[in-house]
């Protein structure tokens, strides 16, 4: 027996239209902030990056492939990782579909990572991706973007993401960084906490998992010359991470308690 409020098809009409006007000032308030995005001033790179490519070595502007935008999603997958964080995963899964449109509509996009382009390629072939995952081992191009940081940064507090200062580790109130503070408001479920669920995920601890960080970078080429655009991070990453649109608009919405998701090859497993 539900618990919810029932009601007539009149009355769901009626509460139906009433959320209809929300739904619409959200949608052009949506349309707002996208401009306001474009808006934003445009930042010269100078560094040269390299990346590790299924093409070979690559510099930023050959991963435009010849347009002139370019959507990176720095995906938290780490030298020591063993798979990649199965939040970046579950977020990647809807890439496929996605990237020929961007494509042409002038817009590359690529997956960039710290881990050796090997793990990469693997983990690609594991998960059925065909998305370009470049590589940037050898280049300071994650840490530059706030997406990777040092033990010594983690240890003595030194981490600056998502445009604000962390403390230390070992001053945090919860056990676990990170709480509350990716793409949702984690909630622990029995004794592991659910960061420390995501890192067995990845092989890894919670102290290395957490090294790495998810995000997305917008970059321009005009004139031969890159420039940053847009950057965004944690719940910033909500907006492409299509399984949560969907549940949103589900009966029983999010319907979370901890970590339930899995790399996509493993649910039904133990």
Not at 49 to 59: H, K, L, M, V
Not at 107 to 136: D, H, Y
Not at 161 to 166: L, P
Not at 197 to 202: F, N, V
Request: with cysteine; hydrophobic share 35%; net charge negative.
């Amino acid at each position: 027996m539900t618990a919810h409020m029932t009601g007539t098809r009149d009355e769901w009409v009626a509460a139906r239209i009433d959320l209809l006007e929300a739904e619409k000032e959200f949608t052009r308030r949506s349309d707002e902030l996208a401009q306001k995005r474009q808006e934003l001033p445009w930042v010269r790179i100078e560094k040269e990056y390299r990346f590790e490519t299924d093409e070979g070595s690559a510099s930023l502007v050959d991963l435009f492939k010849g347009r002139s935008q370019l959507l990176v999603y720095h995906f938290m997958f780490g030298p020591d990782y063993t798979a990649g964080c199965p939040s970046c995963s579950s977020v990647a899964d809807g890439f496929n579909g996605v990237v020929v449109h961007l494509e042409n509509h002038d817009v590359a996009f690529s997956a960039v990572s710290r881990a050796p382009l090997e793990k990469l390629q693997a983990f690609k072939r594991r998960m059925g991706w065909t998305f370009p995952w470049a590589s940037a081992a050898a280049s300071d191009f994650n840490r530059d973007f706030s997406v990777w940081f040092t033990e010594e940064e983690q240890r003595r507090g030194g981490i600056e993401y998502n445009f604000r200062c962390e403390p230390a580790m070992a001053n945090r109130a919860a056990k676990e960084p990170l709480a509350g503070g990716t793409m949702q408001e984690w909630k622990p479920r029995g004794s592991e906490g659910p960061v420390a669920q995501l890192a067995g995920m990845t092989g890894t601890d919670v102290p290395t998992y957490t090294r790495e960080r998810p995000g997305l970078s917008a970059f321009v080429l005009e004139d031969g010359v890159v420039h940053h655009t847009y950057s965004s991070y944690a719940r910033g990453v909500d907006s492409v991470w299509g399984m949560y649109h969907w549940l949103d608009r589900a009966p029983k919405g999010r319907n979370e308690n901890g970590i339930w998701w899995r790399h996509h090859d493993e649910y039904g497993r133990g």
